[in-house]
């Protein structure tokens, strides 16, 4: 089993910065890709980001493009998420996923472990 923390989550204002992190715990060998999604209130579950085991691949949503990066650290077993010019309609519950193979997918049901969540709030 595989068990995943996210952190990082605050309130801050529109046009700030913040980093998300997740560390991932248990049987971290055999994790491969790691993505962030987020859930804002009444809404549907929307892919942020995705990067591959190496760290050499990723993608992302297309509201976060140019906007967001994320990264890996392996020997910390850990992803990152930084936002950068964050706005109003980032606010949403992040979660962090994990999946046992490379698919670099923007479905959930690629993945199989994920995190509770953390709460980002952005002010206008």
């Known amino acids: 089993q595989v068990q995943l923390e996210e952190s990082g989550g605050r309130l801050v204002q529109a046009g700030d910065s913040l980093r998300l992190s997740c560390a991932a715990s248990?049987?971290?060998?055999?994790?491969?890709?790691m993505g962030w999604f987020r859930r804002a209130p009444g809404k549907e579950l929307e892919f942020v980001a995705v990067?591959?085991?190496?760290?050499?691949?990723?993608d992302y949503g297309d509201s976060v493009k140019g906007r967001f990066i994320i990264s890996r650290d392996n020997a910390k077993n850990t992803v990152y998420l930084q936002m950068n010019t964050v706005k109003p309609e980032d606010t949403a519950l992040y979660y962090c996923?994990?999946?046992?193979?490379?698919?670099?997918?923007?479905?959930?049901?690629?993945?199989?472990?994920w995190g509770q969540g953390t709460q980002v709030t952005v002010s206008s």
């Open positions: 248990g049987r971290t060998s055999s994790l491969h890709d």
């Open positions: 990067i591959s085991w190496s760290g050499s691949n990723w």
């Open positions: 996923a994990a999946a046992d193979y490379y698919s670099l997918s923007s479905q959930p049901n690629a993945y199989r472990y």
